[in-house]
Structure formats: structure tokens, C-alpha cells
């Protein structure tokens, strides 16, 4: 396959090619014809001259027979040879002798108005112009020719120089069309060494744009807009990772939890087939919080509508509660929940609601020292309805509690219990509360343990339904 710089200086080389030829045509027809004009007017010129000697001779009543001024001009005329005239019956007036062979293929049946013919004349071309005029008198057909000798010689010369310089001109014109080429190629290959050092791993970085208004410029940026949508893409699939593996890490953990307890201790079947079933309903939610997740990525500039119903946000914490009930006794830490004695509705996506609780309760059992103690309870006050998770961790610097909802942004706590997470957790939560309308607040104060507050709206008599866009993300 040639390259794209082979292939310009190709083109570059048949354009010129054929621009060569059409100008040596062109230019070899105008000289052809301008060198024909020039003899015509040549043949022109002699017939006004003889009349005019003519006419003079009459004029000063000159008493030499006509044959006899013929024969004087013919003599002092440039090719007297090739001048003859002709009756309109076709006998010859000029010279008297017989009708010589030379003239014998000239026309003359059309000479009313000038005409020119190129016959050959004893051996080579000439012109030969036909014209009828009255000399002293006489009605006669007038033959006059020059030979065209001198005009082909200009043109064969003019042909072979055409010939001879058109391969120096070629060879001249593949050197400077790969010289363009490579000048015209120099851009886009800067453009690819810049682009080839650009790797998956660091897509912030951008080709040089060239200053010049032109394609090579409209590329650079083409290319620059590809690298942006690509670093978008890839920063959504790495959020994308992470928001799985936070989430799954969760059910995992709680499933392990259950497993073991169940394991170490001596149960009855019923408490086996609880455990089991606890470790079913964990599988199946978080299958379906990868599939949230997955509807979440696909949908459009990460937004998608969250369907709102009426939720009980009592049976909602108590069957949060329950879920993560045997991983926190696995850590030695009491689970305790606060429940008003009458329902408390809000409307609300259960499965994100619950998993916003179950971020709260498993960040609560990551920062909670052995022998803590944990509370979850659902308030009603005022116009306000929601969830406080209190514990008694590690609590949270005043200057991080500015920064704890922030993606990725893991505050510094030597007293964690667990590996180092992903800094998810929080953000996600806020992300659902601002989902739901909801405020997210945080009371805490290092080695006194933190309390989250999450305050819904009082829920409306008919459900809705509201946009909500994952830019907070998970």
C-alpha cells in the first residue's frame, strides 16, 4: 500500500503531467494557426502590391504589354515562381507557357472571395491563396503561394523542445511534489506522534492545534474533541467500576458476615434457612443494585427518572437494620433502632432509599471501634420526615466535614478498622438524597462519633416522579 505521501506527489505528478501536455497542445495549435495567419497576410499583401503597380502603370500610361509587367514583378517578388493567373474559363493568362502539373491540384472553381489552400508545390507544403480580380480590364482568377517551409521548421522546433524539456520537467516536478508532500504531510505527522503518545491511562492531554486556519487545524481539533469525549467516556466507566465495587462490596461483606456466623455457632434449621434467607435477599438486592447502575450508565448524560411511591421508612430501617445486624455484632458493635409507634410514609425510590441507609449503616460499622454502639431512628417532625444514623466511631474533623461528600475524598482516620475504601459512599448518598429532595446533614466531632440526618419532604397526596442526574454520581 503506498502512503498517503507517495500518493500526493503521484497526483501531483500526473496533474503536472497532464498539464504539460495540454499546454504543449494548446500552445503548438496557437502557433500553428498564428503562423498560417501571418502567411495569409503575407499573400495578402503581395496581391494589393501587384495591383497597386498595376494601377500605377496605367496611371503614367506605361505602354509595356501586361504579360511583360507580370513577368518584371514576378521577378522582383519574394517566390515570383509560385504566382500564376488564370481566365474564368481556366486558360492561362501567366506565365503564357503550357499549365504547369505544380498548379494543376490548386482549385479554383471558388475564388469570388480570398481562399487559402495547403497543397504540396513541387515537393513541399505551401499555401496558395485563390482571389478573383480584373487586371487592366480583365476578369482573371489570381494564384498566389508561399511555402510554408520556414513555419514548420519553427514548429519542429518548437515541438522537439516541448519533447525534450517535458522529462526534465517531470523528474523536476516528482522532486518538488514530494518536497510539497512532505511539507503538507508535516502537520498530521505531528499529529500522530502526538496522538500515539496519548494512552488510555492520561487522556487529559491534547494535540498541538497549529495556528494556521485550515484542515490540518480542523483535524487537531476534531481529534482534541475525540480525546475529550473519550476521557468523558472512560471517567464515566472508571465511576461506573467504582459504584459497583462499592456496592457489591457491601453485599459481599454482609453476605460473608451471615455465612460465618452461621458457621460458628449452633443453630436450629429455622435460624439456618433465616441466614439463608438473608443471604438470598442480599444476593438479589445487590443484582438489583447492578442493575440500577447499569440502567443508570446507559441512560444519556448519566440521568435517568426515578420513580417515586409510598414507602414506610420504618419497615424500611428495620429491614435495613436486620440486613447488616450480623456483621455488626461480627465486629462487636451493638445495633439498636428507634421506631415511632404509627407508619411513616414518604415518597420515595425503596431501593435507593435503602441503599442511601445502607451506606449510612456501613460506614457507621467501618468507624465504630469494637464495643460501640450504633442507633438508627425515624423522626416526624414539623414538615419534615427522615432517618438519623448516630454511632460512636471516630467522629470527623470540622475541616473534612466540608469535603466528606465529595467523590473520592477519604478523610484521614488511623482508628478504621477496615482497608481504605474508595471515598464512594457519601457521595452516593447525597446523590440519592438530592434524588429525593432530601437534605443530607452531618453533626460530628473527632473521638465523639458522627450523626447523618437525612430530612425528606412531607410526601404529596399523588405520586411523582423526578428527574434526577447522576453528575454528584456514586
Not at 515537393?123 to 480580380?133: D, Q, S
Not at 447502575?293 to 414507602?311: D, P
Request: proline share 4%.
Amino acid at each position: 500500500m503506498l502512503s498517503i505521501r507517495a500518493k500526493l506527489t503521484l497526483w501531483y505528478l500526473l496533474a503536472t503531467f497532464t498539464g504539460m501536455v495540454v499546454f504543449g497542445i494548446v500552445s503548438y495549435s496557437v502557433l500553428h494557426y498564428a503562423l498560417l495567419r501571418e502567411k495569409q497576410t503575407h499573400l495578402v499583401g503581395r496581391e494589393e502590391r501587384l495591383i497597386h503597380m498595376l494601377e500605377e502603370n496605367h496611371a503614367q500610361r506605361v505602354l509595356t504589354p501586361l504579360d511583360e509587367q507580370l513577368r518584371d514583378y514576378a521577378l522582383v517578388t519574394h517566390e515570383g515562381n509560385m504566382f500564376q493567373i488564370r481566365r474564368l474559363d481556366g486558360s492561362q493568362l501567366f506565365p503564357p507557357a503550357s499549365p504547369d502539373a505544380d498548379w494543376s491540384h490548386v482549385d479554383g472553381s471558388s475564388c469570388r472571395e480570398r481562399s487559402f489552400q495547403v497543397v504540396p508545390f513541387r515537393g513541399a507544403p505551401a499555401m496558395v491563396m485563390c482571389h478573383e480580380i480584373a487586371l487592366s480590364g480583365i476578369p482573371v482568377r489570381l494564384f498566389q503561394g508561399g511555402s510554408l517551409n520556414e513555419e514548420l521548421d519553427i514548429l519542429r522546433i518548437y515541438r522537439n523542445a516541448l519533447l525534450f524539456l517535458l522529462p526534465g520537467l517531470l523528474l523536476l516536478s516528482s522532486f518538488l511534489g514530494y518536497f510539497l508532500s512532505r511539507r503538507a504531510m508535516g502537520p498530521v505527522d505531528r499529529l500522530r506522534k502526538a496522538a500515539l503518545g496519548i494512552g488510555v491511562g492520561d487522556l487529559s492531554a491534547r494535540v498541538p492545534v497549529p495556528a494556521v486556519h485550515d484542515e490540518v487545524q480542523q483535524l487537531a481539533e476534531a481529534w482534541n474533541q475525540l480525546l475529550g469525549r473519550l476521557e468523558e467516556a472512560v471517567g464515566r466507566l472508571s465511576q461506573f467500576s467504582a459504584d459497583v465495587s462499592h456496592d457489591l462490596r457491601t453485599s459481599i461483606t454482609i453476605i460473608l458476615a451471615t455465612a460465618q456466623l452461621a458457621l460458628t455457632r449452633d443453630q436450629s434449621d429455622q435460624e439456618h434457612r433465616g441466614d439463608l434467607d438473608r443471604i438470598v435477599t442480599e444476593c438479589r438486592m445487590a443484582a438489583t443494585l447492578l442493575d440500577a447502575l447499569l440502567s443508570l450508565e446507559q441512560s444519556k448524560n448519566f440521568s435517568h427518572e426515578v420513580t417515586l411511591r409510598r414507602i414506610d421508612l420504618c419497615e424500611l430501617v428495620l429491614s435495613g437494620c436486620r440486613r447488616v445486624e450480623d456483621l455488626a455484632e461480627t465486629n462487636g458493635i451493638l445495633l439498636d433502632w428507634d421506631l415511632p409507634s404509627e407508619p411513616v410514609f414518604i415518597d420515595g425510590n425503596e431501593l435507593l432509599v435503602s441503599r442511601l441507609l445502607g451506606i449510612l449503616l456501613d460506614n457507621a460499622i467501618k468507624y465504630t471501634p469494637e464495643s460501640g454502639e450504633i442507633w438508627a431512628e425515624v423522626f416526624s417532625v414539623d414538615q419534615e420526615v427522615g432517618i438519623i444514623v448516630r454511632d460512636t466511631g471516630s467522629g470527623i474533623a470540622e475541616v473534612a466535614q466540608e469535603q466528606i461528600f465529595e467523590r473520592f475524598y477519604q478523610a484521614d482516620l488511623r482508628e478504621r478498622k477496615t482497608q481504605a475504601g474508595h471515598g464512594l459512599g457519601l457521595s452516593i448518598a447525597r446523590w440519592i438524597a438530592d434524588a429525593h429532595r432530601a437534605r443530607i446533614t452531618l453533626t460530628s466531632a473527632p473521638a465523639e462519633g458522627s450523626s447523618f440526618k437525612i430530612s425528606f419532604p412531607m410526601p404529596l397526596e399523588a405520586h411523582s416522579s423526578l428527574p434526577a442526574h447522576a453528575t454528584a454520581g456514586a
